[in-house]
T-cell receptor, first 111, second 114 residues
Framework: QKEVEQDPGPLSVPEGAIVSLNCTYS??????FMWYRQYSRKGPELLMY????GNKEDGRFTAQVDKSSKYISLFIRDSQPSDSATYLC???????????FGKGTKLTVNP | DTAVSQTPKYLVTQMGNDKSIKCEQN?????MYWYKQDSKKFLKIMFS???????INETVPNRFSPKSPDKAHLNLHINSLELGDSAVYFC?????????????FGSGTRLTVV
């Protein structure tokens, strides 16, 4: 079983839709969770960061962590064509442990 | 000002050649990384340096040799390039070796071996 599993998609939605992106993981030591957004031919950029379980909201983006289920989600409300990108989840146990990335989900928001 | 900058952006070279990629960060971070992203977008760590000291060395062919002359710079030299080395190589940095705050990535070097 891979440490982090992420459905690669692709996912295509109309503008204004609510988008749900998800990752599951197997390492119960993970406690820091991130979502990165990567536009075509660019480097990943940190979008959301959460620690342990719970929700975090930033504008149209909400990150959720359920440690009991080893499941994290990113919700995008009122999706825009500018949200079209690949979204990668990443997580870490903290300390000097490295970040482990999911394979990324490619999202296209159609106007 | 670019936080993590890599050169070159594009590199096309023949099999068997030796090439280098350079990375510089102006964030004052202590830790730097090299990642390889394949055609399916999977990001795989290759190396990490903390304050010029190698701390992560994943299973990478020894044709790949990183060098960190100071904590703001991390270069990657690749000998005897092979077709399978074609990928995008990302440099990244973090405040320190604790990864919990995430990394800042450069914009990547797209390497094509022909």
């Amino acid at each position: 079983q891979k440490e982090v599993e992420q459905d690669p998609g692709p996912l295509s939605v109309p503008e204004g839709a609510i988008v749900s992106l998800n990752c599951t993981y197997s390492n119960s030591a993970f406690q820091y969770f991130m979502w990165y957004r990567q536009y075509s031919r660019k480097g990943p950029e940190l979008l959301m960061y959460t620690y342990s379980s719970g929700n975090k909201e930033d504008g149209r983006f909400t990150a959720q962590v359920d440690k009991s289920s080893k499941y994290i989600s990113l919700f995008i409300r009122d999706s825009q064509p500018s949200d079209s990108a690949t979204y990668l989840c990443a997580m870490s146990a903290g300390g000097s442990e490295k970040l482990v990335f999911g394979k990324g989900t490619k999202l296209t928001v159609n106007p | 000002d670019t936080a993590v900058s890599q050169t070159p952006k594009y590199l096309v070279t023949q099999m068997g050649n030796d090439k280098s990629i350079k990375c510089e960060q102006n964030l004052g971070h202590d830790t730097m990384y090299w990642y390889k992203q394949d055609s399916k977008k999977f990001l795989k760590i290759m190396f990490s340096y903390n304050n010029k000291e190698l701390i992560i060395n994943e299973t990478v062919p020894n044709r790949f040799s990183p060098k960190s002359p100071d904590k703001a710079h991390l270069n990657l030299h690749i000998n005897s390039l092979e077709l399978g080395d074609s990928a995008v190589y990302f440099c990244a940095s973090s405040q320190n070796r604790a990864s919990r705050y995430g990394y800042t990535f450069g914009s990547g070097t797209r390497l094509t071996v022909v």
